[in-house]
């Protein structure tokens, strides 16, 4: 299976390098900076640039990761112990507690 893994990734940069469009231009080759031009007075110019996106993404992270811990739970939920429930229901409460931390913090207030 990892070797199949391996070759479809392979496969994928392989296909992309040769059948991808090589016309590269100023545009194209310039860095991009989470939407702001860098060369007309985006990051880097002395002005502040707000923080508040890149909390957003890691919250979304977080809770992004915990649906990544719960499907292995989900799938095999018949089979498990009940000890395992209990776990379940300590990680919800402290995702929870997570969750009512960042919204008495304001974090996902936008104005």
Do not use: C
């Not at 060369?39 to 990544?68: N, S």
């Amino acid at each position: 299976m990892l070797l199949v893994a391996l070759g479809i990734g392979i496969v994928a940069v392989l296909a992309s390098a040769l059948l991808g469009p090589k016309k590269a231009s100023r545009t194209k080759l310039m860095a991009y900076e989470s939407g702001n031009d860098p060369e007309r007075g985006g990051v880097g110019t002395g002005q502040r640039f707000p923080v508040h996106f890149y909390l957003v993404a890691m919250l979304f992270i977080i809770f992004d990761i915990e649906t990544a811990f719960f499907y292995p739970l989900a799938v095999a939920y018949q089979k498990l112990i009940p000890f395992a429930f209990f776990e379940a229901i300590t990680f919800v409460l402290l995702l929870l507690v997570g969750y009512v931390y960042i919204l008495k913090k304001k974090v996902l207030e936008w104005a």
